[in-house]
């Protein structure tokens, strides 16, 4: 075999036998992949999908040094389920959840909240999560405080 090479020039050029070495390599690669424990079967997964799993949560979260807000405002702008809520007065801390379900292509394309403080007042906040994650906040101070916070889809970064 080693003439059959040499007359080839194979053996005499150093790239040549790079190249046959790294084609050996690569077919002794190839075959089939077996199974090395044959009696092992694979086991169905028991895990169970909590309806919550097929939904975004959207949490609002209104504070302050008052126990009282005025003006809430809550949009939540979801392409199926779109939800709102309005109150010219509310006890605060005030939470909501609301539920987007995933069952379109970009489920959820904004969330728009806003409150205003009332008169015993110095600061009022709003807070925006996406299932737990803040995704929106806002703060104001002053006579006529207002917090706004709103969180826009947008494709790309941001």
């Known amino acids: 075999?080693?003439?059959?090479?040499?007359?080839?020039?194979?053996?005499?050029?150093?790239?040549?036998?790079?190249?046959?070495?790294?084609?050996?390599i690569l077919l002794s690669a190839?075959?089939?992949?077996?199974?090395?424990?044959?009696?092992?079967?694979?086991?169905?997964?028991?895990?169970?999908?909590?309806?919550?799993?097929?939904a975004i949560l959207v949490e609002v979260l209104i504070e302050s040094d008052s126990d009282a807000a005025l003006n809430l405002e809550v949009e939540v702008n979801a392409r199926d389920h779109p939800q709102s809520v309005?109150?010219?007065?509310?006890?605060?801390?005030?939470?909501?959840?609301?539920?987007?379900?995933?069952?379109?292509?970009?489920?959820?394309t904004s969330t728009?909240?806003?409150?205003?403080?009332d008169a015993d007042a110095t600061w009022i906040s709003?807070?925006?999560?996406y299932d737990g994650e803040v995704v929106a906040t806002h703060k104001s101070r002053g006579d006529i405080a207002k917090s706004v916070c709103e969180k826009k889809f947008r494709l790309g970064p941001g």
Do not use: H
């Open 1 to 24: 075999m080693n003439r059959g090479l040499q007359s080839l020039g194979i053996l005499k050029n150093p790239w040549m036998l790079a190249v046959l070495a790294g084609v050996v």
């Open 86 to 108: 309005y109150f010219d007065s509310i006890q605060l801390p005030y939470r909501e959840e609301f539920a987007v379900p995933k069952d379109t292509f970009i489920p959820l």
């Open 30 to 54: 190839c075959g089939t992949a077996t199974d090395p424990i044959p009696e092992k079967k694979a086991e169905e997964s028991t895990a169970t999908v909590e309806p919550e799993a097929d």
């Open 112 to 117: 728009r909240v806003q409150a205003e403080k």
């Open 126 to 129: 709003c807070t925006i999560l």
